[in-house]
């Protein structure tokens, strides 16, 4: 049983990037907040981090690392503190970037992660950086990756300060919904005897996958998208 768990995790990363295009803004998107009011912004807010494979590979990077439940709601909510900064700073005052290159930062944080968690720093014989600063600054990272994706809807006019807490609050909740199952499957892993094996295996892939994924970004980034 423990060791189906492992598959199970495994599958899941495996096709986390293509469930994730979802991630991207839609016209059904664009529809729903023109229809629905505040409730749609929190709806869409979910669903996109529901749907953020990058978001989510950098996150289950976070926890794999840590031991114990104080930790990893410590590096959690400083990843959050971080994200909502930008999110909702970045939209309010208008700043933005091209998208594609914003995720293709986002993507690097997903190598970064994995690099970190196999002890590429140490094997290099550098000191790896503070572990919480560094979440934070990915944080704000991601967070102005979601404030761009934000800032490409059409927001309509009025109500503009609470439309973009809306979505705030909806991305925390999708967030909360999507590490409960990571953290679950992730601590009834660590019973298997075969878990270091599995630990550098999902760590390799999430390098693997962030650097595919920067490789992607980037290509549409200069391909005019």
Same mark, same amino acid.
């Given at each position: 049983?423990?060791?189906?768990?492992?598959?199970?995790?495994?599958?899941?990363?495996?096709?986390?990037?293509?469930?994730? *295009?979802?991630?991207?803004?839609?016209?059904?998107? %664009? =529809?729903?907040?023109?229809? @629905?009011?505040?409730?749609?912004?929190?709806?869409?807010?979910?669903?996109?981090? &529901?749907? !953020?494979?990058?978001?989510?590979?950098?996150?289950?990077?976070?926890? $794999?690392?840590?031991? @114990? +439940?104080?930790?990893?709601?410590?590096?959690?909510?400083? $990843?959050?503190?971080?994200?909502?900064?930008?999110?909702i700073?970045?939209?309010?005052?208008?700043?933005?970037?091209?998208?594609?290159?914003?995720?293709?930062?986002?993507?690097?944080?997903? &190598?970064?992660?994995? *690099?970190e968690?196999?002890?590429?720093? =140490?094997? $290099?014989?550098?000191?790896?950086?503070?572990? +919480?600063?560094?979440?934070?600054? $990915? !944080? &704000?990272?991601?967070?102005?990756?979601?404030?761009?994706?934000?800032?490409?809807?059409?927001?309509?006019?009025? =109500?503009?300060?609470?439309?973009?807490?809306?979505?705030?609050?909806?991305?925390?909740?999708? %967030?909360?919904?999507?590490?409960?199952?990571?953290?679950?499957?992730?601590?009834?892993?660590?019973k298997?005897?075969? *878990?270091?094996? *599995?630990?550098?295996?999902?760590?390799?892939?999430?390098?693997?996958? !962030?650097?595919?994924?920067f490789?992607?970004?980037?290509?549409?980034?200069?391909? @005019?998208?």
């Amino acid at each position: 049983m423990k060791l189906n768990f492992k598959k199970v995790f495994f599958l899941f990363l495996l096709f986390l990037p293509f469930i994730g *295009f979802a991630h991207d803004v839609t016209s059904a998107d %664009q =529809e729903t907040l023109r229809n @629905g009011g505040l409730w749609a912004y929190i709806q869409v807010g979910a669903t996109h981090m &529901l749907t !953020g494979y990058d978001h989510l590979l950098f996150l289950a990077g976070v926890v $794999f690392y840590l031991n @114990g +439940l104080k930790d990893i709601l410590k590096f959690i909510t400083a $990843f959050t503190v971080g994200h909502c900064i930008t999110l909702i700073g970045a939209t309010y005052l208008g700043i933005t970037a091209d998208e594609h290159l914003v995720d293709a930062i986002i993507a690097l944080s997903i &190598l970064y992660k994995g *690099f970190e968690n196999l002890g590429g720093f =140490e094997k $290099f014989n550098v000191k790896s950086p503070n572990l +919480l600063l560094m979440v934070v600054i $990915f !944080g &704000l990272i991601h967070g102005f990756g979601l404030s761009t994706k934000l800032q490409s809807f059409d927001m309509g006019q009025g =109500e503009f300060l609470p439309k973009i807490l809306c979505f705030n609050l909806g991305v925390e909740l999708g %967030q909360v919904l999507a590490l409960i199952p990571i953290v679950i499957i992730i601590t009834l892993s660590r019973k298997n005897k075969d *878990f270091l094996a *599995f630990y550098k295996a999902v760590n390799w892939y999430l390098i693997i996958a !962030g650097f595919c994924l920067f490789l992607y970004q980037m290509s549409r980034f200069y391909s @005019g998208h």
